[in-house]
Every structure is written in structure tokens, then in C-alpha cells.
């Protein structure tokens, strides 16, 4: 069982700042720097003046203060669930995620109400505790999942009037309130009783949790979170693919990869893409380097017989790909132990990266289904960093718990 609440959101004043779209942000682990410079560009109280890396703490809380007294920011006077639908495109389908903002109280993982997918890294929740410990505000949400095989939360944000309408990447985004005495007894009724799986946000949710077990008063309790039915047609997971930007080449290690993977190579990275989702039963990865394109088959899969602590693994664990790309190409043949890597959803993201540094390589992988993200997860088991990439992202700026 978890406890959500209904809470009295900060929300933007749009009489103030105007178009909503102009204030909100994506999460600020996935801007990267040419998209934060139009952010900041937007608007001079665009969300991103709060959430990003180069902001410090003290000067993130002295802006939101600041826009709180000048009523830039207002809080809706009832406690209230709200609500986005989300509506966007991806490989030609379109598609509507549905979810509503609510507050969480922490948990323990150990409680096994909560329930994450990943293992996360040490210094992005610090970076996220800083900005907890000076604002007391969760301007992001740690995006969820729930189940409600009758979809009856979907059905109370259908009837429910729209407050905001706005865009975000050239996503159409719909914003209410849901406020009833009635509609809010049935969320918190058909919630209670579920497990509820952690999407994305685990940095945020471990930053929260930290930050009430150092200062554990009831106020500091609860997280922003952002809830979605994990039946949703609208929960779309995309691969994460590495970029190892280092003096190290793909050519030179080529008999290591042929211990391991039948390799060819192919013309351009839509063919490398066809031929990755043909073969990804047998675990296939898109290799880019100098210019040119391969796809890499593993041909044994007794080549990723565990090692170390992976003996405590399920099978359908030790045969994620995200595992075997670090066992066998990040560990064994680049040896790169600790050694960081770029990480995005976009090719052309890294691509470009690849081309200011002209070294290293980038591999690519396929995406995990939702039916192995559900059968690790519900087995208790944590996938390796960046295994998934929920999208798109839930828009930062539509709401804000402050405590």
C-alpha cells in the first residue's frame, strides 16, 4: 500500500508570464546545451532559470521567492490532483499519455511499495539533494507507474475541463485541475492498494528520500510525482545508446568482437537499424565509427555466463542487452571500468558529439520491451544505468510542491 495525496500546487500565472509553453522544460538531465540556451532564451521566468546544472541552489531559490512574490507563481488555495495529457508521435504512430500530478509519501525501498528499475549514479541525486536542501520544492516529478486495468483514473481526467493548453517539442500538451471531493477519493482509492514502479526519476526520488531522512519532519515527507497506467498505450520506451569518447577503436578490437558477435557492416544507420530490430531476439547492437556503420549478432548466448555478483541474477536479467554491452564490449574487450560515457535516446545527438571529437566509438542497442521492463522489475531486480528511456519526458513547470 502507498499514500498519495492531493496537494496546493504552484502553478505559472499565465496572465503574467503568457503562453504556458514559453515557462516549462523538459527534466534537466536531458537538456543538453543548445536546447538549454532557447530555454533560458524563452523566457526570462522559464523553468530551466530553476531546475538546470548551471544554476546554483542559492540562486535557483532566490528566483523562486522572488517570482513567488511578484505572483509569477500562485498556489491554487484546494488541494487538488492535476492532471496533462500528452499527445506526440514516434516512428510514424501517434499516440496519448494521460497521467496526473500527485504527492507520494517517501518510502524505503525495502517497504517494496516502491519499486525501482535502475541503478543510479551517486552524483546526479546529490546535485538534486542541493537544490532540495535550499528551495524545500519539488519543481520536477518522479515520473511512476500504477496499474488500473479499468482505466477509471484515465476516465475522471477525461471528463475533466481543460486549464492549459501548450506545447513542448512540438507535442501538444493539455493541463486541468481535478478537484472534486468524489474524483479525489476514487484516485486515492484505486492508489493505495497498488505498487507503484519507478519510471524515470530516480535520482529525484532518492534525492527526496535523503533529504527527509536527514531532516525527517512531516513536511518533507512527501514527492512529487507524476502517475501513469502502466497499461497505457501511451507509455513508449525507447533504447538508451552509448558514446565512449576515447582514444579506443572498434577496427583494432575486431577479432575480440568476432570471439563474441558475427559482425557486418552495413550502408548507413538506417539499414544498421533495420538490421539491429530483425535480429534483436538474438541481441543485436549498432556499432558507429569513422564514418562507417556495423551490426553486431552475439552468436553464443553461453558467452554471457555470469560473472561476479551477476550469479545472483535471474536468466532474463543476465540476457538484457544493456547487460551483455557491458559485459562483454564496455568490460572485456574496452576494459573502460569506471571510465564515463555519453548517453542519449537521439543518434543524432551523439553522432554529433562523435564529429567535434573524432575518436571513440558509439554503440547503439535496441529497446527494451515493456513486458522484460515489468518481469525484472516485478522480480525485485535493478537493470544497469540508462537501460530505458521513457518517452517523451514529463514536462517540468505545470506544477510545484513546495514544503
Not at 509553453?21 to 530555454?39: C, F, G, H, R, T
Not at 516502491?114 to 546535485?127: A, D, G, L, R, S
Not at 506545447?167 to 482509492?189: A, P, V, Y
Amino acid at each position: 500500500m502507498v499514500e498519495i495525496k492531493p496537494f496546493k500546487a504552484y502553478m505559472y500565472n499565465t496572465e503574467i508570464t503568457g503562453d504556458i509553453s514559453s515557462v516549462i522544460a523538459p527534466p534537466w538531465d536531458v537538456i543538453d546545451e543548445q536546447q538549454e540556451k532557447k530555454l533560458f532564451s524563452s523566457s526570462r521566468w522559464n523553468v530551466i532559470r530553476l531546475i538546470s546544472q548551471k544554476i546554483q541552489p542559492s540562486d535557483a531559490d532566490r528566483s523562486f521567492k522572488e517570482w513567488i512574490e511578484k505572483s509569477v507563481l500562485v498556489q491554487n488555495p484546494l488541494d487538488a490532483f492535476y492532471y496533462l495529457k500528452h499527445n506526440f508521435s514516434y516512428n510514424g504512430k501517434n499516440f496519448e499519455r494521460k497521467g496526473i500530478f500527485a504527492l507520494l509519501k517517501i518510502e524505503d525501498f525495502k517497504s517494496g511499495n516502491i519499486i525501482p528499475h535502475e541503478h543510479v549514479f551517486e552524483k546526479y541525486h546529490t546535485n538534486r539533494y542541493k537544490l532540495i536542501e535550499k528551495c524545500h520544492a519539488n519543481f520536477s516529478p518522479v515520473f511512476m507507474l500504477y496499474s488500473d486495468a479499468g482505466k477509471k483514473i484515465e476516465k475522471i481526467i477525461e471528463k475533466s475541463p481543460v486549464l492549459q493548453e501548450g506545447s513542448m517539442n512540438g507535442e501538444s500538451l493539455r493541463f486541468g485541475i481535478i478537484d472534486s471531493h468524489q474524483d479525489i477519493k476514487s484516485i486515492i482509492d484505486i492508489l493505495t492498494p497498488c505498487n507503484l514502479l519507478i519510471a524515470d526519476g530516480h535520482h529525484r526520488y532518492q534525492a527526496a528520500y535523503r533529504f527527509f531522512m536527514d531532516h525527517p519532519d512531516e513536511n518533507n515527507r512527501y514527492v512529487l510525482v507524476f502517475l501513469v497506467d502502466l497499461h497505457s498505450q501511451g507509455l513508449v520506451i525507447l533504447p538508451t545508446h552509448r558514446y565512449i569518447p576515447y582514444n579506443l577503436s572498434f577496427a583494432d578490437n575486431l577479432l575480440s568482437f568476432e570471439q563474441y558477435f558475427s559482425v557486418a557492416k552495413v550502408n548507413g544507420i538506417k539499414e544498421m537499424f533495420e538490421q539491429m530490430d530483425r535480429n534483436k531476439e538474438k541481441h543485436a547492437f549498432g556499432i558507429y565509427e569513422k564514418g562507417s556503420f556495423y551490426v553486431l549478432t552475439l552468436k553464443d548466448e553461453k558467452s554471457i555466463l555470469p560473472t561476479g555478483d551477476a550469479e545472483k541474477h535471474s536468466k532474463k536479467w543476465l540476457s538484457l542487452d544493456n547487460v551483455i554491452l557491458k559485459n562483454i564490449i564496455l568490460d572485456r574487450i574496452f576494459n573502460l571500468g569506471e571510465k564515463e560515457i555519453l548517453y542519449s535516446a537521439y543518434p543524432e545527438y551523439l553522432l554529433n558529439e562523435y564529429s567535434k571529437r573524432n575518436e571513440g566509438v558509439i554503440v547503439f542497442v535496441n529497446p527494451v520491451s515493456k513486458e522484460t521492463f515489468l518481469q525484472i522489475t516485478m522480480n525485485n531486480e535493478k537493470m544497469p544505468h540508462k537501460s530505458t528511456y521513457f518517452y517523451p519526458k514529463v514536462p517540468t513547470g505545470f506544477v510545484i510542491h513546495r514544503f
